[in-house]
């Protein structure tokens, strides 16, 4: 246990001191909020749980599929595979990390969407609504692993994580309604990851009530998750790519 809060605390510092870090995961979503408060302030209510979702799909696929790859390249990974700390440990401090962030990301956003919007939301609410956007994080960041995994570089994986996000964010009921969208389109973009995790987060943020469709929509992301876990773990390596 102690040298798993040992390396918790290292990953911990390592975000902290990143002002790359601190800008894109707490200080971009506010102004985010800010900058569509300014075109659609009339929306916020639909857009808020959106930018939850659209902000949670950003740090799987980027931030965290980055992280990894920046530890790797800097032979924190090589020399972590030599001392007796468990594989299970380094994975377990690695999602406890990032999930924290992640959460206190959300939570930011929801306090901007009440203190700046008054989005109207409940404590029945947000307790429905915090296990949606867990289960969202843990299926983005499953995801980010697989990137991870195929990039040998850093920047190869925010290059490739960035173009899946932009793709999702224009698609998938994040910000825009999915009744805009080619009909054709709408009958693909529901089996897409983002978009049952932004249906899960509305229903429960703004109604605090699950999707009608709730069942199927977290099988679908648990289906994600668990392909994508099992696709990132055949692709680990704790050396960079020769």
């Known amino acids: ?61 980027v931030s965290s599929s980055t992280m990894m790859l ?19 440990q380094l994975i377990g401090s690695y999602l406890l990390v990032n999930i924290v962030i992640g959460v206190l990301q959300s939570t930011l956003i929801i306090f901007a969407g009440v203190l700046l919007y008054k989005v109207p939301v409940s404590a029945m609410g947000l307790l429905v609504a915090y296990p949606m956007i867990l289960f969202g994080l843990l299926a983005f ?18 290059a490739i994580g960035m173009t899946i996000y932009f793709v999702l964010m224009f698609i998938s009921d994040m910000i ?7 009909a054709w389109l709408q009958n693909v973009v529901p ?18 009530s699950l999707d009608p469709q709730w ?14 876990t099992l696709i990132a773990a055949k692709l680990f390596r704790w050396e960079p790519k020769a």
């Open 141 to 158: 960041m499953a995801l980010g692993g697989v990137i991870s995994g195929v990039s040998a570089k850093a920047g190869s994986a925010t």
């Open 1 to 61: 246990m102690k040298r798993f809060l040992i390396l918790t605390k290292a990953m911990t510092l390592m975000h902290l001191r990143n002002g790359y870090v601190l800008f894109w995961n707490f200080a971009f979503p506010v102004l985010l909020m800010i900058i569509y408060g300014a075109i659609m302030s009339q929306f916020m209510d639909y857009m808020t749980p959106g930018v939850i979702v659209l902000n949670a799909l950003s740090f799987g696929l």
């Open 70 to 88: 920046e530890m790797r390249e800097k032979g924190v990974l090589r020399r972590l595979q030599a001392t007796p700390l468990p594989a299970v």
């Open 215 to 228: 069942f199927s929509q977290i099988l679908l992301l648990a289906a994600y998750g668990i392909v994508a």
């Open 176 to 182: 825009f309604p999915l009744d805009m969208l080619p």
């Open 191 to 208: 089996y897409l990851p983002a978009y049952p995790a932004a249906q899960l987060v509305r229903s429960a943020m703004l109604d605090a």
